[in-house]
């Protein structure tokens, strides 16, 4: 196994007014995380004129956890080419509320952030205790946002099922909190956890991320 190479997307659209996800805490949780796992290289960036082919080349796996940014046609296919052509892909939280001009890119991810309910503590549970991310894993608690996921990915408000081919390995209260799937020959994780610290800083996230990035490299 080789320790894989990470590129890592965060920032939030300036067209937000409340920059939640944006703050030096949550970049300083990520990176931490980052830090914890074993990769061969780490890069962090909000710039998403680096979504070139010839940029993406040098990384094994790229971590979206951006927030209602807008690339370029340009920049999405050259994501997604990279994807589907055996580089891993790790979404956390607003994920599936980024990027969301482009259908393909979410098909890709595997739904589209609908809404979520005020902030609130809820039960983690997870359901597959045999795979390579969640295996050993035990239920917990924390407080986040529980967002509501749809498989309709023009229209947010229209809750539909999401995409067949979706492994869950966990849920809150109906709603999956982690899910694997695949996109060409890319591995994709999605983490719907990660609002603030309250969520990034628990320990079994922590491991949950530091094990997608492995599995999405292909190394597990």
């Known amino acids: 196994m080789t320790a894989p190479r990470v590129l890592m997307i965060l920032g939030q659209s300036p067209a937000q007014e409340a920059q939640f996800h944006n703050r030096p805490e949550h970049w300083a949780c990520l990176a931490s995380h980052l830090r914890a796992a074993d ?12 979504l070139t082919p010839a940029f993406l080349a040098d990384f094994d796996v790229i971590v979206n956890a951006s927030t209602a940014m ?3 046609p340009e920049q999405v296919s050259a994501l997604l080419a990279r994807i589907h052509s055996g580089a891993g892909f790790v979404g956390v939280h607003a994920a599936t509320a980024t990027f969301v001009r482009y259908p ?15 902030l609130k503590r809820f039960t983690v549970r997870f359901v597959d205790n ?10 917990y608690e924390h407080d986040d946002e529980l967002y509501e996921l749809t498989g309709d990915y023009v229209d947010r408000t229209n809750i539909v099922p999401l995409q067949a ?21 890319g591995r994709v994780v999605y983490l719907a956890s990660g609002h603030d610290a309250r969520s990034l800083d628990q320990p079994a996230f922590k491991t949950l991320f530091t094990r997608s990035i492995a599995w ?3 190394n597990t």
């Open 39 to 50: 990769c061969a290289r780490r890069v962090i960036s909000d710039d998403l004129a680096i």
């Open 70 to 72: 807008d690339p370029t």
């Open 104 to 118: 393909e890119y979410l098909h890709m991810v595997g739904a589209r952030f609908a809404k979520h309910d005020p």
């Open 130 to 139: 045999t795979h390579p991310i969640s295996a050993g894993l035990e239920e």
């Open 165 to 185: 081919g979706l492994h869950v390995l966990a849920e809150a209260e109906g709603h999956p909190m982690a899910y694997v799937k695949s996109h060409g020959d």
């Open 216 to 218: 999405a490299a292909g």
